[in-house]
Structure formats: C-alpha cells, structure tokens
C-alpha cells in the first residue's frame, strides 16, 4: 500500500507507473483505492463508476477497470454533501460529518473488493488517500492506516520534496501515528525531485536514520505526467502550457462542482488548440472560437454560479456573434431552456431557467445513467461513456449531435449548427472526431493519437520509475 505525507504527493502517478512497470514483468496487477474523493470518474464495463485513476492504473495493468478497484467513491454534490458510491453503484448521500459515522459499515465492502483483486492477480497495489498522518480521523478510517491495519498489507510512505519540509513530513508522521500502524511501514519514497540527486543523500539517510524505515528510492520529478489524465479538480488550478503556434482559442469556464474535466485533455494536446480555463467572475476574451461547457456534479448550483459571476452574458453575446458553443453533460443541460428538479435530487424541488442556447429541457432523477458507448459523430468513430441523472428533449433534439451504435440518436444541435450538446463523454479521445471536430474549427488535428499518446507515456513512466526505485524490493516487502 501506498500513503503519502499529504494530498497530491504523487501517489496515483507512483502506483500507475509501477502498474505498468511490474506489468512489463509479466505479472497480473491489480490497482485498488479503498476510497476515493473526486469528480473525475470513469464508467466500467459492469455499469458502475470508480475514480478516473483507478481507471488510468488499470490502464497502466493492461486489466480492464472493475468497480472492484475503487470500492468507495466520494462524490462532493453542492449543498448536499457528497454521493457516496459503494462497489459502482450510488449508497447515499451524506454531509462530511454525518459521512465519518458511516466508514465503518463500508469497511466490509472494501475487504470484500480486495479480496476479489488478491485471488485474481499476483500483485495488487493499493493506494491510500490524503495523509497518512491524520491521527483525527483515525477512527474507523477505510481510506489509510485503518484499512492497512484491517487488511494486513505493508506500507510505503511517499513524501513530496518539491513542496518543501519533505524531511519533517516523513519523520513527523512516524512521531505521530499509532505504533502499530507504524510498524506496517516498510520504507519510504521521496518524490518530484528536482537537480542533482547527490545533494539529497544525506537527507535519504537522515530520513532513514530518525524513522527506522528503509528507502526505496529518490524518484526525480517527471515532466511528463501532464500528459496522463488529472484525478482530482487540483490540476485545473495550473494553467495549461503557452502554445506560441496555436490558431484557435478555446475557453472553458470552470465551475464549483466541474466533473470529468479529463473530457479537455485530447484538446489540451492539440498544438494548434490553446485551452483557456475561466472563472465565473472573468470575462471572455474577444478572440475565443469555441465555449466549452463540462459537466457538473450539481447541475444547478454550476449554472448559478455561472449567472452569479457574469460570465453567462459573455457567453449569450459569443453565440448572438456567431460563436461555436458545445455543452457536455452538464455543460449540455444548463444550455437548454429549463432545467426541472422536481424529485430533489440536488437539494430542494425547482426549476432553473438555463442559458436558453438549445430548445431542449432537462428533467433530472435520481436514477443514474451508467454506461460506455459506441457511436459516430461528424463523420468520425468515438468510444465514450454516459453518466448523468436526467433526461433532456426537445426540438433541437431531433437534429442530433451523434448516432449511437444501436441507432439511438444522442444530443442535440441548434438550427445553424453552431451550438451542440451531448451527454457522451470521452469525445474528443477519439482521433477521427476530434479531427473532424477541429476542422469545424478552422485548426488540424496534430498526428500523435491520444490514446497512443498516453500509453506511451505511461510505458516512459514505468522506465523512470524502474531506473530510480528498487522495483525488486518493493516486491520484496509485498506479503
């Protein structure tokens, strides 16, 4: 198992990487996290979702993704607190507080899904979340020790040098956790180290020396990693890469309850697209060519803080002008006229007047839509996925954006073509589209395909990896 000093300590690019690595052994692995927080989730092939890093380790395994391996799925909702899914499939909703009395009647879930995982490979790597040193919430806690502790796995610690204090992190948490936690760990890990590895050995010792604990390697801080999908909603805070040579400007707002903002990557990579991200309260720059709007897990309270800020006026002006508007999910339901609640489900029963850009209206549900897709649209294959509460119709909707496989018609178009909405997913991933797409656009698709793209990387990862951890010792301490 790995544990981190903190969040975004590198845990998920770590256990995605030696996935890969150890894969490369020919040995069957399985990622697993007992518990996850995001709104970036990715649809199995069984129906149900798990985080979308899970997912990206899965990848890295050559395994299909299994509800399995990320048995509980925190999805912060707004005002509601957070959707609680167990096992792929939405348990609850819960307030944080009201949440850590429910751990406990999880862990059973989350022992069973790793025991599923232990009889089917040879190697399973499980990634802890946040801080291991959370002596707070120690209590009936699934996530990090308590599952550690529960499953009788060894410990790696991560700490994150790049942040600074990386000495303090890692000693202080062997000073601070429960002694029998602590002698689960088994070594540690010092990451996204920047210069000359030699002037850090003394630390490594250091470390080594005050904790007990020996070290699997300083790993230097790997430049690539933008190139693979963002689990949670901390990447949007980095602004995207100048791109000196890029022809079209695309802008996104970003929004409280933004999900699945992976849906940006392929266009990211794209050198003639530069990606602009935007708050609510800025203003759209005149030289935008399309608007995208992502999904939301909370619908309503996205759209309102998008009137709150302002930004909507830009936007309805951007379309008058002839602008290109495209909405996905969320961002699909908050183009059309209405969008009804009458169940609830995002918090009291209303009904929202949306940015009126499509003639469709939204009735959201609580039944969720789980389900990977094939289709075509613009001409162009896709593979996707669908995950959303509610059903939108409408006029636009007999213009449809794309054709399922089954001959479903899926999405809506405005009349000039210049506003579309879709519920799928995982588009622009494919490189017929998204040539297609950008075309539409007045750019050209750049020639590296993106799947190809992040497989390549993560095989560069797993060789970065394999050059500066000692693989065979990690193995070693695996029971």
Not at 120 to 134: C, F, Q, R, T, Y
Not at 188 to 215: E, H, S, Y
Not at 307 to 316: M, N, P, S, T, V
Not at 391 to 405: K, Q, W
Request: glycine letters at 12%; one cysteine or more; a negative charge.
């Amino acid at each position: 198992m790995f544990q981190g000093t903190g969040s975004d300590v590198g845990k998920s690019l770590l256990v995605a990487g030696l996935a890969r690595a150890f894969a490369h052994r020919g040995l069957s692995v399985r990622p697993f996290k007992p518990q996850n927080m995001s709104n970036n989730a990715a649809v199995t092939a069984d129906g149900g979702e798990i985080g979308r890093a899970q997912a990206l380790q899965a990848r890295a395994a050559r395994v299909p993704p299994s509800v399995h391996m990320n048995p509980v799925l925190l999805k912060p909702q707004g005002e509601t607190g957070a959707q609680i899914v167990v096992q792929g499939r939405v348990r609850a909703t819960a307030k944080a507080a009201a949440y850590q009395g429910l751990k406990a009647q999880l862990l059973p879930a989350v022992l069973a899904s790793f025991a599923r995982l232990k009889a089917e490979a040879d190697l399973v790597l499980v990634e802890g979340a946040g801080s291991a040193s959370e002596v707070n919430l120690r209590a009936n806690d699934i996530a990090n020790m308590g599952f550690a502790r529960a499953a009788d796995v060894p410990v790696v610690l991560i700490g994150d040098i790049d942040r600074g204090g990386v000495i303090a992190s890692l000693v202080g948490t062997k000073a601070v956790i429960d002694a029998a936690d602590a002698a689960l760990v088994c070594g540690f890990i010092v990451n996204k180290f920047r210069g000359d590895p030699a002037l850090f050995a003394d630390g490594m010792a250091r470390i080594a020396q005050l904790t007990g604990w020996p070290a699997f390697g300083l790993v230097p801080h790997f430049a690539d990693a933008v190139r693979l999908p963002a689990e949670d909603a901390l990447a949007l805070a980095a602004p995207p890469p100048r791109k000196a040579a890029a022809r079209r400007l695309v802008c996104v707002p970003i929004l409280p309850n933004v999900s699945n903002f992976d849906d940006l990557d392929p266009l990211d990579a794209e050198p003639d697209i530069a990606v602009r991200r935007l708050r609510p309260h800025e203003s759209l720059p005149p030289e935008a060519d399309l608007v995208v709007l992502l999904g939301s897990k909370s619908t309503l309270a996205d759209l309102a803080a998008l009137k709150a800020g302002g930004l909507h006026h830009d936007i309805l002006a951007f379309a008058r002008r002839g602008g290109r508007v495209l909405g996905l999910c969320g961002g699909y339901q908050m183009l059309g006229r209405t969008i009804a609640d009458p169940e609830g489900v995002e918090g009291e029963a209303r009904i929202a007047r949306g940015l009126g850009l499509l003639d469709v209206h939204t009735v959201l549900s609580g039944e969720k839509r789980l389900v990977e897709v094939n289709g075509e649209a613009l001409g162009g294959p896709f593979h996707g996925y669908e995950m959303h509460m509610g059903v939108t119709t409408g006029a636009d909707a007999e213009r449809p954006f794309a054709r399922l496989a089954d001959g479903a018609a899926e999405g809506a178009v405005s009349p000039d073509g210049r506003i579309a909405g879709t519920y799928v997913h995982g588009l622009f991933a494919a490189d017929a589209f998204r040539a297609a797409f950008l075309e539409g656009l007045g750019a050209s698709a750049g020639g590296e395909g993106f799947e190809a793209r992040v497989d390549a990387t993560l095989d560069a990862l797993a060789a970065h990896l394999g050059a500066h951890l000692d693989l065979d010792a990690l193995l070693a301490a695996a029971r």
